[in-house]
């Protein structure tokens, strides 16, 4: 059974920085691609980063390009997300997702809000 566990959440003040971290059990991580997705208050999922199973980039959302960095440690089955140069406009629930790789290495779609599976969610707060 697929379990991601976020955590790395908080609040921060503009132009701060939080990493925040996806723990994956009960599949092998490094054949799946993985990626963040957030929800705003009022605001619909979107999309934030993803990642290929062998650590190349899939996607970044326009809005986090320059400022997010997405990466992974499949020794640890851990997912990560670098936030700098925070927004108040990044406040957001953000969720990290799982899609299992076409033979272990082709993601079959780029924009993690359409991976199969999801964690709870990590709450992150930015202060203007």
């Known amino acids: 059974q697929v379990q991601l566990v976020e955590s790395g959440g908080g609040s921060v003040q503009a132009g701060g920085s939080l990493r925040l971290s996806c723990a994956a059990s009960?599949?092998?991580?490094?054949?799946?691609?993985m990626g963040w997705f957030r929800q705003a208050p009022g605001k619909e999922r979107a999309g934030v980063a993803a990642?290929?199973?062998?650590?190349?980039?899939?996607y970044y959302a326009d809005s986090v390009k320059g400022r997010f960095t997405v990466s992974r440690d499949n020794a640890k089955n851990t997912l990560y997300l670098q936030m700098n140069s925070l927004k108040p406009d990044d406040t957001a629930m953000y969720y990290c997702?799982?899609?299992?790789?076409?033979?272990?290495?082709?993601?079959?779609?780029?924009?993690?809000?359409?991976?199969?599976?999801r964690g709870q969610g990590t709450q992150v707060t930015v202060s203007s």
């Open positions: 997702a799982a899609d299992r790789a076409i033979f272990g290495t082709t993601c079959r779609v780029r924009d993690p809000l359409n991976f199969d599976y």
């Open positions: 990642i290929t199973p062998g650590g190349g980039i899939l």
């Open positions: 009960g599949y092998t991580s490094s054949s799946y691609c």
